[in-house]
């Protein structure tokens, strides 16, 4: 069975430009959730998504914004890039109630 | 707020020799408790979890952890690494915020193998 897929792999952008992430959670999964993850620190949580809803967010401004298909897939859209939008972001996918979080391999973002 | 800290940001050690990697958790209600591993340019790898029931956690790669309640505390021990064990490693607490289900990590602790 494929695993938690994430394209692109590696992205570089201009500050102000938009970016958009993809991900393809587990099949049969119908929870995804977004990490960013700066170099040298854990992951932070941004967002979940469960049955094409937001269920939360954390502490990440409005240039932040995400989506969930009707086949569970997900984008993740950063709007106004700055410098310190540079990281990994990391999908995660899930079965509401089920601790079993199942990362993908990440999308590394440079700014420049 | 439930908050993570793993005690110490590295830890090398020699082939063959045990492990602890540390992590320390506060929170205000029952926890669900993770380590995960990451190599070099991948994602995040779970290595054991605690939900419930006994607190020694057997997990892949032949990594335990042990929960203590009275001390908020969920270590990582091994007996004897390998080389192919460096890597970093990150102890998460599952929290609940407003209807999300989310995972809060530790900053990591990097564990380096040497031959």
């Known amino acids: 069975d494929a695993g938690v897929t994430q394209s692109p792999t590696h992205l570089i952008k201009t500050r102000g430009q938009h970016v958009t992430l993809r991900c393809s959670p587990i099949?049969?999964?119908?929870?995804v959730s977004w990490y960013q993850q700066v170099l040298g620190q854990g992951p932070q949580f941004i967002f979940q998504?469960?049955?094409?809803?937001?269920?939360g967010r954390g502490n990440f401004p409005d240039r932040f914004s995400a989506r969930q298909f009707p086949n569970y897939s997900s984008e993740l859209n950063v709007n106004a890039l700055l410098l310190g939008d540079s990281a990994l972001y990391l999908c995660?996918?899930?079965?509401?109630?089920?601790?079993?979080?199942?990362f993908g391999s990440g999308t590394r973002l440079t700014v420049v | 707020a439930q908050s993570v800290t793993q005690l110490d940001s590295q830890v090398p050690v020699f082939e063959e020799a045990p492990v602890e990697l540390r992590c320390n958790y506060s929170?205000?209600?029952?926890?669900?408790l993770f380590w995960y591993v990451q190599y070099p340019n991948q994602g995040l790898q779970l290595l054991l979890k605690?939900?419930?029931?006994?607190?020694l956690v057997k997990g892949i790669n032949g990594f335990e952890a042990e929960f203590n309640k009275s001390q908020t505390s969920f270590h990582l021990r091994k007996p004897s690494v390998h080389i192919s064990d460096t890597a970093e490693y990150f102890c998460?607490?599952?929290?609940?915020?407003?209807?999300?289900?989310?995972?809060?990590f530790g900053q990591g602790t990097r564990l380096t193998i040497n031959p």
């Open positions: 995660a996918s899930s079965e509401i109630g089920d601790y079993g979080y199942t």
């Open positions: 099949s049969g999964h119908k929870s």
């Open positions: 998504y469960y049955e094409k809803e937001e269920r």
């Open positions: 929170s205000s209600v029952s926890v669900y």
């Open positions: 605690y939900l419930s029931g006994s607190t």
């Open positions: 998460a607490v599952s929290s609940f915020l407003q209807g999300a289900q989310k995972l809060v």
